[in-house]
């Protein structure tokens, strides 16, 4: 990736990461890995009448769900994984708690050959992958390195490096801060050059609900639509499965 090309990327990263505090209830708490994906959806939903776009705050599941236990004015939640929806649903935050799509963990750098997911185990390259603790995708990276005997001795010799969200597991990488990221394949998408493999492992589920009190009848509207087969082409664009009804 060009040094202005990849420029342009960090500064609109470091955009789309920053979940605004002073949001309106017209506003959508939005799991990085959807961020592309979700603003096509709201372009879509506006340009067929269907309502006004809503703002999209994007970030690590974790950290937007804590935003909303907090009192953050988002009146939509799209989870990278079906812990953080669920936790939500379980504190009586969440209303209308549906699927919505699937999406796999990939292995991606900026190498125009693709990487082999075997040679994840040989410790000769540094890995890295999103926020274990906040992000589902580095949740998922870091279960799949347990499950190959790696992490815990590649993260004591430094040859994991722990990013934020998903897309800094992306942007390290072709940084030259490691030689692959564990991502989303909708990442791995976004990012344009470079290659990717899929990971053997399960898909993510991505699923989402209307926060109560918050969700006004526009974005009520806007969680219908993405769950539509209208959708579907969209989903399916940015590396998603979608979980239609």
């Known amino acids: 990736m060009k040094r202005s090309s990849l420029f342009c990327f960090l500064v609109a990263a470091s955009l ?32 067929s009448g ?4 809503p703002e999209l705050a994007t970030g690590a599941s974790g950290k937007l769900a804590a935003q909303i236990k907090a009192g953050a004015p988002f ?14 649903d379980e504190e009586g935050l969440l209303e209308e708690v549906a699927p919505m799509a699937t999406s796999p963990l990939a292995l ?16 000769e390259m540094k890995i890295a992958i999103a926020d274990p603790e906040a992000a589902p995708f580095g949740k998922a990276a870091k279960e799949y390195l347990q499950s190959l005997g790696v992490y815990d001795a590649f993260l004591a010799e430094g040859k994991i490096v722990i990013g934020g969200v998903i897309q800094t597991a992306a942007i390290i990488p072709a940084q030259g801060g490691s030689d692959v990221g564990i991502v989303s394949l909708s990442v791995a998408l976004k990012m344009g050059k470079g290659s990717y493999t899929l990971l053997p492992i399960e898909p993510l589920g991505n699923s989402g609900g209307l926060v109560k009190g918050k969700a006004t009848d526009n974005l009520k509207a806007f969680w219908s639509f993405i769950r539509s087969p209208e959708a579907a082409p969209i989903w399916e664009k940015w590396g998603f499965k979608p979980a239609l009804p």
């Open 50 to 53: 269907r309502g006004e776009a």
């Open 75 to 88: 009146g939509l939640f799209l989870s990278a994984s079906s812990q953080w929806t669920k936790h939500l």
């Open 108 to 123: 991606w750098w900026p190498k125009a050959e693709a990487p082999s997911a075997d040679s994840l185990s040989s410790g």
């Open 16 to 47: 789309i990461f920053l979940a605004p505090l002073t949001a309106t209830a017209d506003t959508v708490a939005v799991a990085g890995s959807m961020g592309d994906c979700m603003a096509e959806m709201a372009a879509l939903f506006s340009a």
